[in-house]
């Protein structure tokens, strides 16, 4: 069964305070690892897609990356507008649609 | 562009009632599904539908129904509301099913809470 786990389940930073968001990973065949930013009371926002080791996609303050076990979102000199849930889901090949999501990091920018 | 629009954003109701929670998106996308999110748990899809009149089961369907009649409209209906049921519920569309990687868009979620 496919199985994602983020870590750490909650990260309070200063602002500027640059650090990494772990996504690991279990499917058998990986065809796209996405990443979501979710404001409170708000559903998931798109951020990117990976879709092979070593890949990796910049957005602003935001990168990522992927190997075969795990993704990272790194975030470069935060800012408070940064604070949200950041969530990691997997897609299996073979046409199956489900989307295994984990449950997220609550990250927190402290001005 | 209103992009994924949910209604009601919050509903209570008591134990065996019925109620359909509506979506609509007005990117022309043919692609929709809708998750629930639960403290401590990753989103699961309920059901998706790939297209006008095409529908099927995720991965936690039962309870839940579906109907796609229009490419804008897929609610979801309970048919008799249970407390296990109380959840925030997201309704998503893409330009392309889910093995083709596009992103999905989510909506603002319904919260709803059985009594």
């Known amino acids: 069964e496919d199985q994602v786990t983020q870590s750490p389940e909650a990260l309070r930073l200063q602002e500027g305070e640059s650090s990494s968001l772990n996504c690991s990973y279990t499917?058998?065949?990986?065809?796209?690892l996405f990443w979501y930013r979710q404001d409170p009371g708000k559903g998931p926002e798109f951020l990117f897609t990976?879709?092979?080791a070593g890949e990796e996609k910049e957005k602003e303050r935001l990168k990522a990356t992927l190997t075969k076990k795990e993704s990272f979102l790194h975030i470069t000199a935060p800012k408070p507008e940064d604070s949200a849930t950041y969530l990691c889901?997997?897609?299996?090949?073979?046409?199956?649609?489900?989307?295994?999501f984990g449950t997220g990091t609550r990250l927190t920018i402290i001005p | 562009n209103a992009g994924v629009t949910q209604t009601p954003k919050f509903q209570v109701l008591k134990t065996g009632q019925s109620m359909t929670l509506q979506c609509a998106q007005d990117m022309n996308h043919e692609y929709m599904s809708w998750y629930r999110q639960d403290p401590g748990m990753g989103l699961r899809l309920i059901h998706y539908?790939?297209?006008?009149?095409?529908?099927d089961q995720g991965e936690v369907p039962n309870g839940y129904n579906v109907s796609r009649s229009t490419t804008e409209d897929f609610p979801l209906r309970l048919l008799s509301a249970a407390p296990s049921q109380t959840s925030v519920y997201f309704c998503?569309?893409?330009?392309?099913?889910?093995?083709?990687?596009?992103?999905?868009?989510f909506g603002d979620g319904t919260r709803l809470s059985i009594l």
């Open positions: 990976l879709y092979s």
């Open positions: 998503a569309s893409s330009s392309g099913p889910g093995w083709s990687n596009q992103p999905q868009h």
């Open positions: 499917v058998s065949g990986l065809r796209g």
């Open positions: 539908s790939v297209g006008a009149g095409i529908t």
């Open positions: 889901a997997v897609q299996r090949n073979f046409g199956n649609e489900k989307l295994t």
